[in-house]
Every structure is written in C-alpha cells, then in structure tokens.
C-alpha cells in the first residue's frame, strides 16, 4: 500500500488514475482500429509497436507484415471460394500467444474481413463447433498448432499455415497502386512459338571448282561442320549442302532437286560467278544467290564494276564455317521478318553496314551472341517441347546497305526493334553520304524512340555529338572492335543476366538470371537502383530479350507517371510477374517443379487415369479461357504433381518386389515389406523438391492405367493418404511423404485390390 505521504505528494489527476483507476479517455468513434493504428504508424514509424519475449517490431514493421498477410488472405480466400473478402467475412485465428497472433489480427482487419480469435487450450469437438457455430471461412493458424485443426479437412473452411506462406508473404506486394492497373485477371497471350520460323533453307547449292570445294570444306566435311556449329547452340534443321562443279552440273541438279540457297564462290577459274548467278536468277528467280570472295584488293575492284544485280549478298570467305551459319540465319530471319516481328512481336536488330569485308566479320558476332541468348530463353520453358520452341523467338537480324534500305526497314519494324548498329558513312540516293547515319539516328530521336544505338566509323566524331545524339560509338579500326561489338550487344540488348547497378557509380548491385530470380530481386533491390532501371526501360528491354514478349509490353505502355512513388512501382512489377507466372503454367504439363506450375509430370512413363483426366480438363480450361469467364469465380483444377509409371516400375524393381506382391500373402506383410524398401535417387530427389516447393496439406493418391479400362474401372480401389505436410522438421515430412507414395504403392497388391 501508499503512505499516506506519498499520497499527498500526487497531482490530483495522479490521485485518480492510482487511487480510483480513473484511466477514461475519450475514444474517436468515427474510426476503426485499423485507421487508429494506421494514424499511429505514421506518426511514430520507429517507434516500438509489439514486444514479445525476446522480440519486438516497429509500427511500420508490423503495418508492412500485416499488409502483405493481407494480400496472401486476399488471393487465397479468392481462389479457395471464388469471390473477394468482405466486410461480413469471419476468418478465424487460432495462433499461440506471438508475434504472428497480432499480425494476424491486423492482416484480416486490413483484408478487409473480420477477425475471431480461438482459444488454443479447447479440445478438438469444442473448436470444431466455435469454428462451425461462428461460420468462419478460413482460419490462420501456424505449424505449432495446424495439427489441432486436421478436423477441418471434412468441411470448407481453409486453414491457413502463416509459417508455409512465410517465404512467399515476404515477396508480397507492399504498396497497392491503381486497381485500373490491376493484372490480375488480365490475359498474358503469349505468341505461338510454333508459329515463328516457318521459312526455312533446307537444302544449299554450293557451285564452284573442286579446289574451292576442298578450300571452303577444308577437310571435306562440310554437312558435318554445319552439323557441329547447328548443335553447338542447341539449334535444328541444319541444312544440307550439295556440290556442283560447273554451271552445266549446277543446272542439272536445280532440275532434279528443290534448293533454298545457291552459295557461289568468286574466283578465275572454270566457274564464272556472276554469269552463273544471273543465269540461275533468271530461271529461278526466288531462290537467294550468295557470293562468297577471299578479300583482297583485286576482288574489290572486280565487284565494284560488275553488275550485282542477280546478287542477293556478297560475303568476303575468311574461313571459318560460323560465317556460313551467319548467312543461312541473315536469310531464314529475312524470309521470316515480317510475320515473326510484324505479326507475331518478335524482336529484331537493325544492322546498317555497306562494307563487305565489316558486315562478314560483324554477323557471326551478333549471331553468337543471340545464339546464346537463345539458350537462355529455355531456361523459362516448363517442359522440354516448351524449352526447344522458345528459341524460335529469338531476335532476327536486319542488313541494310543503303541509307533508303536501313528507312524502310526502320519504319516498318520500328516498335519491335532492340536496337540499330550503323555505320556513319554509306550510299544515299546512289552516292557515299559521310553523315547517313547522324542523319538516321536523328530521324528514329525524332520519333522519341529511345532504342539503344550503336554508330561505328573508321573517323573519330565529337564527343558532343555523340552525347547529344544518346549513342554509342566504336572506332572500326579498333584493335579490340570486335569484342567491344560483343560486350555492347549483351550490355545494351538485355543480353544475359540483369545486372542491377548502383545509378551513381554503376557498380553492381545483384543481379537476376530468370524471370523467377528477377521477381525475388525486385522485392529486394534498393530503391535508388530500381527508380533507375524502370525509368530507362531496362527491365522492359530484357524481358524483350528473353521472350517474355507480353510482360515487356504491359511494363513498356507504363510510366513512372502512373504511379505515386517506387514502391507502387515495385508491387505493379512483382504482381505482374507473379500472374504472368500463373497464366503460364496453367494448361501445359510440367516437367520440373515449379511454384506457379499447376500440373507436373515427374519422369518419364504414362500418367494413368485420374492424372490425364485433371491435364485435358486444366488444357481445356485455358485453351477455351474458362478461369475468369464468370464473375466472383475462378475454375481451376487442384494443383497436381504426378510420379509416372516408370518410378513405379523402377521401384519395384530396384527392389524385387514384384514376386513377392503377387504372390499369396497377407496384407500386413505386404505393406511392411513396401514400407522397407528403398526408392531410387532419383525419386528421392523428386520427393525433397515436392517438400521444398509446396508446404500445404498434401492428398497422396493413385493415378492407374487400369482406371482408363470401359470394362473395368479400378477407379477408388487403391489406398488415398492425407498429410498435413507441415512439420518443422523437413527431414520429417520428406520420411511421411515417402511412406505415402510406397504406402500407394503396396495398396495396388492388397487383396482388396488383387480380387
């Protein structure tokens, strides 16, 4: 108790509040909690919020991890019941006393619904009923206290495991920006990759003398050389090259045989090359006509007063079969540009170069780098098919000679070019103009293009110049010119991986191989260094790079303008990933784990039943545009991983197990004797993948051949297995896992199954 004298010592404001509990406050009736709390935080961000044992959080620490709770409980309770949060929506919270049980409180307050808090202590029939009794839709619960709620696998309420969602809330969007904005119904129509290439030069004609031949194969194994060069970049259809000697040969087999290509050598010798080109031009007038020249001074004389009119493209030879390479793809890409870029949104590089002896030396360098390029774009595929076919997608390379060639070809694939490489000084209107290329770059700034543009010349310009044009420039005589030319192409065409810099020194900060590794980086980088990149089009220029051909048009049509502040910036950009990434696993059937993908084929081997029947109706759901057709309701099939058929049979094997299953003995003796064996490395790698990805309830059932059987259906007979799959221990649920899958196993040779 207080003395007497300590008593009187209190104002009397302090006498009330210790000696009457007078602790009356006037309480703003007109606002919520979530708005007080919300005043609070911008009032006093730093200040400590919540404190639990040994931990604590800041108003704006526990705001930001509340608002991305929300978002999850959003988009959860949205495709759990197919229709938004609302003001009369109860989500239940059954959480040990933590810092999770209030972020918890405020993540459904600011979702929108309205909170019921569960006591942890009640046994399992008085919480079902609170649970049921209160119509709760949905309850948050943690891996400490999931396995109370095991009950709810019978009825509708979802229960929500914060701590399995914990990775994915951290990549959660912070800031919510323009709903008009909003992708998360919108349609990520991506091109058919089937579609590109469709033109394609199949068989060569290469006319010159045996001694040529014998030159330009060096050993005699040109098909194989292509070969080589063709599978060196994972590419197909490499063409196949046949030799004529002569004209009269020549002539014989463009009777006998279809070709895409006559490939002539200049020389003084038994084949004259231009009289052959405007021979088989006159009677073939479709087919391209290459000359190939060894550079020297006598062979530039000679084109420059022959007549190249029957002549598609001269190339100087120096040797080296990627040239040929360079050749075939500058003609498959000029074939095919008009559809692929034009029609289908593919990307295309502009090359403005009227010299023989440069554009030879500068094509194989381009199209190296494209081609590994393209070996990243597989990275993004969900399947093998999808992998090989996004290399269609690849950037296609225009050649200009003329500054009326390198116009039109600029109007016509302006809005899908990565970029322009141009010489300074070439033809104009039939004469050499020292300026066309200053004139060309200032004609596409005219047009508020900001396409990155290199200008090459073998004269030193003003640096002023360059600056104020906003262009590169490369000295041709250069020692280094042709690695320059390679590093600028991966550093200014979204090449390889994005490297995020910081915009004041241009070092490097992180960077990001895939689209997976680009969505972790943006919730990640600072802000200084991404307000940079979005505001130079980089990301927009790299998703181009990679395909990713509707994400870079969604980012390209927005502007910092649109958006209050970097951070709205940042969650436009991780949620438009995010839903691209749902758009594109639905439909297809994976073949590696992957977040996003909603039905995956683990192995080789058949699917079975049940299996095929969930892959055509996911396929006719996306292919006939079904998820979103109907207001407040999302159809959609259950996210499904399936072993094939070749584990099984590898199990079984592997473990000699097939003797012993079919022959008479007890059940018991069966399922022990599964349950004992050992699964090969692969399946167990398979099994660690599935644990790692997916931390939800798991249904382990069968998919069997036989359930296809019209006379027979095995559909139901063999055993189902329910995991809770949310053990802190990951060595555990990888042991429940495995157990389940052999359980499933053992179940097709119990005598229920065998009568």
């Known amino acids: ?150 009950f709810l696998a019978e009825s509708d309420t979802l229960p929500l495991n914060i701590d399995g969602y914990r990775d994915e809330i951290a990549k959660a969007p912070k800031h919510k920006y323009n709903d008009l904005y909003s992708t998360d119904k919108y349609d990520f129509n991506e091109i058919s990759y089937q579609e590109l290439m469709r033109e394609r030069i199949i068989n060569v004609l290469l006319v010159c003398s045996n001694y040529d031949a014998f030159m330009l194969e060096e050993d005699g194994r040109i098909n194989e050389k292509i070969f080589l060069e063709y599978t060196s970049y994972n590419l197909r259809y490499p063409p196949r090259f046949t030799h004529a000697s002569s004209s009269k040969k020549a002539f014989k087999l463009l009777k006998e045989t279809k070709f895409d290509l006559v490939i002539t050598m200049l020389n003084v010798g038994e084949v004259d090359a231009f009289k052959t080109a405007k021979k088989v031009k006159t009677k073939y007038p479709d087919i391209p006509i290459v000359v190939l020249a060894h550079f020297s001074r006598e062979v530039s004389i000679k084109l420059a007063n022959e007549d190249l009119s029957s002549i598609d493209y001269v190339f100087c030879w120096l040797g080296n079969t990627s040239l040929l390479l360079a050749i075939i793809k500058l003609l498959e890409d000029k074939m095919n540009a008009y559809s692929d870029v034009v029609q289908k949104g593919a990307q295309a590089i502009l090359l403005v170069e009227d010299s023989v002896r440069y554009y030879s030396s500068y094509l194989p360098i381009i199209y190296k780098a494209i081609f590994v390029q393209s070996i990243k774009l597989m990275t993004e595929g969900l399947n093998e098919h999808q992998k090989t076919m996004r290399m269609r997608a690849r950037p296609k390379i225009l050649l200009a000679k003329t500054f009326e060639d390198a116009v039109r070809l600029y109007k016509k694939y302006k809005n899908n070019l990565l970029g322009v490489i141009s010489d300074v000084s070439y033809p104009s209107r039939g004469k050499i103009d020292k300026e066309a290329g200053i004139k060309l770059t ?78 972790i980086k943006i919730s990640e980088i600072d802000k200084k260094s991404l307000m940079f990149h979005v505001s130079n089009n980089h990301l927009s220029r790299w998703f181009k790079a990679r395909a990713l051909f509707s994400i870079a048009k969604l980012f390209a049509h927005k502007s910092t303008e649109d958006f209050n502040n970097i951070e709205e910036i940042r969650s436009y950009l991780m949620d438009t990933i995010t839903n691209y990434r749902k758009t594109h696993g639905r439909g297809i059937i994976a073949s590696h784990i992957d977040e996003y993908a909603i039905f995956t084929r683990l192995g080789d081997g058949q699917l079975g039943g049940k299996a095929r029947g969930l892959a055509f109706i996911d396929s006719f ?48 003796q069966i399922i022990e004797r599964f349950n004992n064996a050992i699964p090969s490395v692969g399946m167990k790698n398979y099994i660690e993948k599935i644990c790692k990805s997916i931390k939800l309830p798991l249904a382990v059932r069968s998919s069997s051949l036989l359930e296809d059987s019209h006379y027979q259906p095995f559909a139901g007979v063999y055993s189902t297995f329910m995991l809770p799959n949310n053990h802190t221990d990951v060595t555990v649920r990888h042991s429940q896992l495995e157990q389940a899958i052999k359980s499933v196993y053992a179940s097709v040779f119990l005598k229920e199954s065998k009568a």
């Not at 993540?107 to 009794?133: C, H, M, Q, W």
């Not at 005219?446 to 906003?470: C, F, R, V």
Request: hydrophobic letters at 35%; a negative charge; glycine letters at 4%.
């Open 1 to 150: 108790m207080c003395s007497n004298k300590f008593i009187k010592k209190l104002t009397n404001g302090e006498y009330n509040k210790i000696v009457y509990n007078d602790t009356y406050a006037p309480y703003p009736k007109d606002k919520t909690i979530r708005q007080l709390f919300e005043e609070q935080k911008e009032r006093t961000p730093d200040s400590v919020a919540l404190v639990f044992e040994d931990q604590q959080l800041t108003y704006l620490e526990l705001d930001e991890k509340a608002n991305q709770l929300a978002h999850t409980i959003r988009r959860e309770y949205k495709e759990h019941w197919g229709k938004e949060v609302s003001g009369d929506t109860l989500i239940g919270i059954y959480i040990e006393r933590s810092l999770e049980m209030t972020i918890g409180i405020f993540g459904i307050l600011k979702s929108g619904a309205a909170y019921v808090l569960f006591d942890s202590t009640d046994p399992e029939e008085r919480l079902n009923f609170k649970i049921n009794d209160c119509g709760c839709r949905m309850v948050l619960t943690s891996s400490k206290t999931i396995n109370d709620l095991l």
């Open 442 to 519: 200032r004609l596409i700034r005219g047009d508020k293009m900001q396409m990155p543009i290199l200008l090459q010349s073998s004269d030193s310009w003003d640096n002023d110049l360059i600056k104020k044009l906003n262009v590169s420039f490369i000295n041709k005589y250069s020692k280094t010119l042709l690695v320059e030319l390679k590093n600028y192409i991966k550093e200014n065409y979204g090449f390889g991986d994005f490297v995020f810099r910081n915009p004041d020194t241009g070092e490097e900060i992180d960077r990001a191989d895939n689209l997976h590794s680009m969505q």
């Open 621 to 668: 759901i996306n292919k006939h545009k079904l998820m979103f057709k109907w207001d407040n309701m999302i159809v959609t099939i259950p996210r499904t991983i399936v072993l094939t058929t070749y584990l099984f049979t590898e199990f079984m094997e592997d473990n000699n197990l097939y003797k012993f299953a079919l022959s008479d003995v007890e059940d018991e």
